[in-house]
């Protein structure tokens, strides 16, 4: 790239958008013991990311008929490297230099990064450096001995691209301490696939779930907010959400995500947080 002081993207159309980045890894399947929300979803974040879509630029290098995939590399120590499908490239990949309105921090991946809306964060190459398009994928470390799911035969899922549907309760959630009376219990959801279409929630243990209101705009492939009022009896009992998006699919519980995925892999973890609570108001994370 030349002089990221003149941006060479003057001169191609910008888009913004909001979007979730969500780390696959975000919480694998053992740090499902964590004490807070923070530890159980803090790797997701949402912004208002800024650049060029990435078919705008494939299109004008020209792409050959085999082409399939498009590998990105990123300039760090580790030369980040993955192989994205040409389906994504052609669709809503971007090629950004800014977010929340400020060029990307470093941290970020300055001057240019990959961004690909609901997909794993591991794919949104930071400080790129290079696209070469190919017809077959890389196979990068970055894509067979990381972020592949192991499953209960033994077999590994490679490329799960898409971030499935998930939500937590934020307020009251691990850690804190309510009291006997009215609460409004808040919390977050997304999906990869889209928009949020209804976040549900127990008070019960499981036995009834009621919809929660979601906050408007309901944007795709964003952090949904959603609220429910709820009065609490003083009995010890467990709340948790679960997220139901455009496409239909509902955030499994741990035991269903489990059942077909077993408890060999890391990556990919969209189960159901519940959160105890305990008679004198503690609240703890259910599974731990
Ligand atoms: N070049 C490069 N890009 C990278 C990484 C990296 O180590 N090097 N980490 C990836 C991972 S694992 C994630 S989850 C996201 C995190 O993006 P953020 O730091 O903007 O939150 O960047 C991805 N892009
Ligand atoms: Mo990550």
Redesign the pocket.
């Known amino acids: 790239m030349a002089n990221p002081a003149t941006p060479w993207f003057g001169s191609h159309p910008s888009e913004s958008h909001i979007h979730f980045?969500?780390?696959?890894?975000?919480p694998g399947f053992e740090a499902i013991k964590g004490k807070t929300a923070s530890d159980l979803v803090g790797?997701v974040?949402c912004a208002e990311w800024t650049g060029v879509r990435l078919a705008t630029v494939l299109r004008e290098a020209g792409l050959k008929p085999e082409a399939r995939w498009v590998v990105a590399?990123?300039?760090?120590a580790?030369?980040?490297t993955?192989s994205i499908p040409i389906e994504k490239c052609l669709d809503d990949a971007l090629l950004v230099y800014s977010?929340n309105g400020e060029r990307l921090r470093p941290?970020?991946?300055y001057p240019l990064?990959?961004f690909l809306p609901g997909f794993?964060?591991?794919?949104?190459?930071?400080?790129?450096r290079r696209l070469n398009v190919s017809a077959e994928p890389a196979y990068s470390r970055?894509e067979t001995a990381k972020?592949t799911d192991l499953m209960p035969d033994g077999t590994a899922r490679q490329f799960t691209f898409v971030m499935e549907a998930k939500s937590i309760i934020t307020r009251p959630s691990g850690t804190q301490r309510i009291a006997q009376g009215f609460h409004e219990i808040t919390g977050i959801a997304w999906t990869g696939r889209g928009r949020i279409r209804a976040v549900q929630v127990t008070t019960d243990g499981g036995r009834s779930w009621r919809d929660a209101a979601l906050q408007e705009p309901v944007l795709n492939r964003a952090l949904t907010r959603f609220r429910l009022p709820w009065t609490w009896d003083g009995q010890p009992t467990t709340i948790a959400s679960r997220a139901i998006d455009e496409t239909g699919y509902v955030q499994p519980s741990f035991e269903d995500l489990t059942a077909v995925r077993g408890l060999k892999s890391f990556y990919h973890n969209n189960a159901v947080v519940p959160w105890r609570i305990a008679a004198d108001g503690e609240v703890a994370n259910g599974y731990a």
Not at 21 to 26: A, Q, R
Not at 120 to 128: D, I
């Open positions: 980045l969500e780390c696959s890894g975000n790797l974040s590399e990123g300039a760090d580790a030369a980040m993955r977010q941290q970020q991946g990064r990959v794993e964060g591991n794919m949104s190459v930071k400080w790129l970055e972020y």
